[in-house]
């Protein structure tokens, strides 16, 4: 499988020098919302209204996606179905940390311990391959400032990007207002079947509502 939606999200919160993550609570909500998608869309999951459910245990043959489904189907614990919020406030610091190590693996970013202030450790993963964010960046310029049709995935991945609200990530030189009413347009267009649609924009409504409250118990 190519590079996941939830490494995605991760690889456009790196800073490309320093490789110091930005955004970093908003971006986790993404990155559990990216993987929960890619599940979706492989059929092995269904969002539907506040709801998450299993429907199909079957590997994908994706190592960050196939973990994910143990981790569902043990937190799910025989329940038909749970509150999607509810998953992507628990999933939300272990997908960042699976989706990063992922990235580590496929040679596209590498792993930096420093020491901050001499004493405390912290790690950095600056970008060792830049072919795979090069390629990703023009696919989200051509379909959000270009107006070119995106695929299920890109689309998907610009409903994510908008339901968190990391615009800035994406699209670092552009104000969020020049951007925001086409990313929403495109996470509510004809771009995929309806279920997937549907899927979709119930996922951005629970992302949206995780970020909001997020934000509001910080200030």
Known sequence: MAVTLAEEIMLLSLDDESGVPEQRQAVGWAVAGGILLELVLAGRASVEGKYVRLTDTTPTGEQLLDGRLALLESWLRGREKRRVTEWLT??????????VKRLCERGVVVEQQHMKLGLFPTRRYPEADSAVETELRQRLEAVVLGGAVPDERTAGLIALIHGAKVHRLAFPSVPRK????RMAGIAEGQWAAEKVRAAIRDMQAAMTVVVVAAAAAGS
């Open 90 to 99: 628990k999933d939300r610091t272990k997908a960042v940390e699976s989706a």
């Open 178 to 181: 020049h951007v925001a009413d």
